[in-house]
């Protein structure tokens, strides 16, 4: 039997009961009922919204601010002595009643033309890492089974789990693992029944705010390698990195979870798959986890222009390559993770919005007709769309991660982690957005791949544009070059 198929691991959680009731539960801790909670802590920004300037935190993240660990500051504030760190999983699958509601999966094809999903596979989640710094400095990454998200969804998740946690949107990243037999929450292919809509959007929020009140002392390791991928597009080269984080309480040293980050398309099925699947990177997941005994989270990389690459083998159908490829990627992390190094006690944060043009006639289309969950804004100047991005360093120059909000092809990404310095490097893909595909100008409309990047992409200018803007934060912080 394929391990996608085996029972859900024991820490995770149920959206049908849990989503609800844990964020109502967080909201209240916030309220103002007489019962001490700190007001100031419990007022988190709603709204993602921003101008086009970069907020580098001010809070003692930056080491102009931080110092040694564990020492005074010249502001007077302590650094913290050690990471806080808690992992969350929440079941996401949808009963049978929300499937025969007209229920798509999203990746392939034109709107609806795949046909509505006809059951599942295995079952899709909500993956949440929560690590602290401080008080309420850290940053919160929940990975979900879809193709993407609209920024709708994205939105509210953001503003519903900032007001629980007290954190700052900027602090919350919403991760996409594009896996192309999820449901589609961007209505591109058909959308999902309005009631699911709600119940995802609320357990993902709620397992954010799990999540952050559930940490403890940790020690954070990482280790990076790669893994086998290859280029759609001709190139003869990827970002094949695969970096690897881990958590471990410093109470009883268990480990507390794992997050691993690679690129890769999950593609392996096929269009005329029409049962909910994780693709491959549930077989990674579930491996890891059955390894580890752990909560393990999949987040993709550099993927826009990145295809598996399975090995030869006798198959007997798409789920095994899929089960195979996964189990690749599930080897490749396990082999480097003794010989991880512990990440030193030091944070910095970064974050921009940012404006792209939308030009893409489909895209416009599609929105003027109501089935996208996508705002666009209309001025003078045409069609935009107001996006983001969070940059995070840990330790002592020796983790950059960095959120790129939808599928960053290869020489886009590339060129971003060029001016990365630390060791253990990574770009996370579909994070905070998924705008389609981000594509070097000078590689626009060049015929590579019957430019089918292009058709998918809000614009021209969108890939060089994202990769400027964060270029920007990157040199902007005190351990760049």
């Known amino acids: 039997m ?58 003692g993240s930056g080491e102009s601010e931080v110092g040694e660990t564990g020492t005074e500051t010249d502001t007077g504030t302590v650094a913290p002595e050690h990471y806080e760190v808690a992992f969350d999983v929440v079941d996401l699958a949808p009963d049978d009643v929300e499937i ?52 709708q969804w994205t939105r509210e998740i953001r503003a519903a789990a900032a007001a629980a946690t007290g954190l700052s949107p900027e602090q919350l990243i919403v991760s996409a693992t594009h896996t192309h037999s999820g449901p589609d929450f ?32 940790a020690r954070l390791e990482v280790a990076s390698t790669t893994a086998d991928n290859r280029n759609r597009r001709g190139w003869e080269f990827t970002d094949e990195t695969l970096v690897a984080l881990q958590a471990f309480s410093l109470e009883d040293d268990s480990r507390l979870g794992l997050t691993t980050i690679f690129a890769a398309h999950p593609v392996i099925l096929d269009d005329d798959n029409l049962l909910i699947s994780r693709d491959f990177c549930g077989y990674t997941v579930d491996a890891l986890e059955d390894e580890l005994g752990a909560p393990a989270l999949f987040i993709n990389g550099v993927q826009g222009d990145v295809s598996p690459k399975v090995a030869d083998g006798d198959y007997a159908d798409d789920f095994e390559r899929a089960e195979a490829y996964g189990g690749h990627v599930a080897e490749r ?23 792209i043009p939308v030009e893409n006639e489909n895209f416009l289309f599609a929105s003027q007709a109501g089935i996208l969950d996508f705002d666009f804004e209309t001025d003078a100047d045409g069609v935009s769309v107001q996006t983001q991005t969070a940059y995070f360093r840990l330790g002592d120059n020796q ?83």
């Open 186 to 217: 961007q209505g591109l292919w058909g959308g999902v029944p309005e009631v699911y809509r709600e119940r995802v959007i609320s357990a993902i929020a709620a397992s954010m705010a799990a999540a952050w009140a559930a940490r403890v002392p």
């Open 333 to 355: 992390t396990l082999a480097i993770l003794s010989e991880a190094e512990e990440v030193g006690v030091s944070f910095h944060r970064d974050y921009s919005d940012f404006t």
């Open 2 to 59: 394929p391990r996608s198929l085996r029972s859900p691991a024991p820490w995770t959680r149920y959206s049908h009961i849990f989503g609800a009731f844990a964020l109502a539960s967080s909201l209240a801790a916030c309220s103002d009922d007489g019962g001490g909670a700190d007001e100031a802590n419990c007022e988190g920004e709603t709204t993602a919204g921003g101008s086009d300037e970069s907020s580098t935190d001010e809070s």
């Open 100 to 151: 025969a509601e007209d229920f798509y999966l999203g990746g392939y094809g034109l709107y609806t033309a795949r046909g509505p999903a006809e059951g599942t596979h295995d079952g899709v989640y909500a993956r949440t890492m929560a690590v602290g710094y401080g008080e309420d400095d850290g940053l919160i990454v929940t990975v979900v089974d879809t193709v993407g998200f609209g920024n």
């Open 399 to 481: 983790v950059q991660l960095i959120a790129f909000p939808g599928e960053s092809l290869t020489r886009n990404g590339l060129a971003v982690k060029e001016v990365m310095s630390a060791p253990h490097q990574a770009i996370m893909g579909l994070s905070g957005d998924a705008l389609g595909y981000f594509v070097p100008s000078d590689e626009w409309m060049t015929g590579l791949n019957d430019s089918y990047e292009e058709s998918v992409s809000m614009s021209m200018s969108a890939g060089d544009t994202a990769r400027d803007v964060m270029i920007e934060l990157i040199a902007a912080d005190p351990w760049s070059g």
